[in-house]
């Protein structure tokens, strides 16, 4: 046995997951960012309103992701770019140049094992296609590293014309509907993202909303 007394401490763990939702991975602000449009429509409704959640979310697989993500940026020569198209804000990570090109690019950490594209998360996809158009350009890099392997893979997203087109009226289709529910302060007008609903902070929310019909202080159903 040790000489010291050693206990695990709940109580602390809590306070210091607390503070580093609250230190910057709840972001407060009224535009509609690049992934409010790509994950779960319901979670970009309550940031935008400012709602916080019921439950504190796993923050640790934020935490490292940020913190690999710093990793590779002073690894790598890039930049963040805040851009703008139709209304929408995004933080797109630009590479220096490779073969005389300059790409967005976007780093994503996982613990699940990509043997093909099949396997890649659309919503990875997703988020670069957004970088690509935002940007102007018509290819990007997708940079993935599994945590548990420490496998690096390095994807490269071309898209034509039309393929652009038909994403960002997606993009733009999506936006209309959050802002529609925004105005009418009924996030239940939106899709709910079942695959995300198992560790998302914003679960208990929606359930309770559904099964009141919506009503909730900041979150009702208009009733005219």
Not at 144 to 152: D, K, S
Not at 193 to 199: E, G, I, L, P, Y
């Amino acid at each position: 046995m040790p000489p010291f007394k050693l206990a695990r401490d709940p109580y602390y763990e809590q306070i210091l997951k607390e503070r580093l939702w609250r230190g910057g991975l709840f972001r407060r602000d009224p535009h509609i960012h690049r992934g409010d449009l790509i994950y779960c429509l319901r979670k970009g409704y309550f940031r935008l309103m400012g709602i916080e959640p019921p439950e504190l979310p796993f923050i640790e697989f934020s935490v490292i992701g940020k913190t690999l993500h710093r990793i590779i940026e002073r690894s790598f020569k890039y930049t963040e770019e805040e851009v703008e198209k139709d209304g929408i804000l995004g933080t797109i990570d630009v590479i220096t140049p490779i073969a005389g090109k300059m790409f967005p690019i976007e780093i994503k950490t996982t613990r699940k094992r990509i043997y093909s594209a099949r396997d890649i998360p659309h919503v990875y996809l997703e988020q670069l296609k957004m970088a690509i158009i935002m940007r102007g350009t018509n290819e990007g890099l997708l940079a993935i590293l599994n945590v548990i392997t420490a496998e690096l893979q390095v994807w490269v997203l071309r898209l034509s014309p039309e393929e652009k087109k038909t994403f960002w009226d997606e993009i733009l289709r999506r936006k209309r509907l959050l802002e529609k529910a925004i105005k009418l302060k009924n996030p239940l007008l939106l899709p709910r993202t079942r695959w995300m609903c198992r560790k998302c902070e914003y679960a208990p929310l929606c359930d309770k909303l559904e099964a009141s019909g919506g009503v909730n202080k900041g979150t009702h159903v208009p009733t005219q």
